[in-house]
């Protein structure tokens, strides 16, 4: 029975990073590989919604327990996570840049460095830099850099690889999660706000029954969670369920008045639709 389950367990863990190295090839391969799907055109904006805003959740703040070594690219690497927590982000690209500097292999110092572009809003160069850590050394990568990687995606209206990129985050944080529980930390941001984007990036991709599956599981996650009752009411307006968002705008009432302004404010615009439907793209501005 041993030897069996033994075999069952190989087999698992060879399909993960089977599965796991798929998409980061999909993310590291030119453009016009991942072409193959296509977005959601502005031209599908009714009402002129098409320039609705979120902001998406923020990058996690947990004091990395890296070890210390003696090299220069190190002590700058951890000099660089320093800044980043405390919210110095041009300070942190600058140090992380002169990491990559001492040593052009550190994979480390690149998903790092993506982390610092997101931060200042930099989301070309975000892409760059995390892809070049996923090229050097792809299982090194956290779960953090790819949600960063999927938040710069989805800045930037590449929502295809948004979903890649969200998918390797929360599949990475399954596995950092059994390693914190044998007492290694890591960075990683909060599993609502992974589920988060997830909803987004399959609203963007019209997947409206996956987006509400992922947003569901935010607010499951986190009560509190306002983004995630925005996003609900949203998808359910682009599927025509008027009564379920008006019952998210009730809940964000308390939560956050100017997301339930933004939500009354679409509620109250009458569409041409049978369906009552409202068909817009979901822009983000984190």
């Known amino acids: 029975m041993k030897v069996i389950l033994s075999g069952v367990c190989f087999c698992l863990i060879v399909f993960g990073f089977t599965e796991i190295s798929r998409a980061q090839a999909q993310l590291t391969a030119p453009t016009s590989e991942n072409s193959a799907v296509s977005k959601p055109t502005t031209s599908q904006s009714k009402q002129g919604l098409s320039d609705v805003k979120i902001i998406l959740p923020g990058n996690s703040a947990a004091i990395p327990t890296t070890g210390t070594e003696a090299s220069p690219e190190a002590s700058l690497f951890l000099k660089g996570l320093t800044f980043l927590d405390t919210g110095h982000d041009a300070e942190a690209l600058e140090t992380l840049r002169q990491a990559i500097e001492h040593d052009p292999n550190d994979a480390a110092a690149y998903g790092k460095l993506g982390v610092a572009y997101v931060a200042l ?55 950092e999660q059994i390693n914190l529980e044998s007492g290694n930390t890591f960075r990683s941001p909060a599993v609502a706000d992974l589920h988060y984007s997830a909803g987004l990036a399959f609203y963007n991709l019209q997947r409206y029954r996956e987006a509400l599956e992922e947003l569901k599981q935010v607010i499951a996650l986190n009560p509190k969670h306002a983004p995630g009752y925005f996003g609900l009411a949203l998808t359910y307006l682009a599927t025509g369920d008027r009564k379920a968002a008006e019952k998210q705008q009730e809940a964000l009432e308390s939560l956050d008045p100017v997301y339930a302004a933004k939500i009354a404010k679409l509620l109250a615009i009458k569409t041409d639709n049978p369906q009552g439907a409202l068909v817009f793209v979901f822009k983000t501005n984190p």
Request: proline share 4%.
């Open 121 to 175: 809003k930099q989301y070309k160069e975000a892409v760059v830099a995390l892809r070049m850590a996923i090229r050097i050394k792809p299982q090194i990568v956290d779960a953090e850099d790819y949600y960063q990687l999927s938040r710069s995606y989805t800045a930037l209206e590449k929502f295809p690889l948004a979903l890649e990129a969200i998918k390797l985050a929360l599949y990475v944080q399954r596995a």
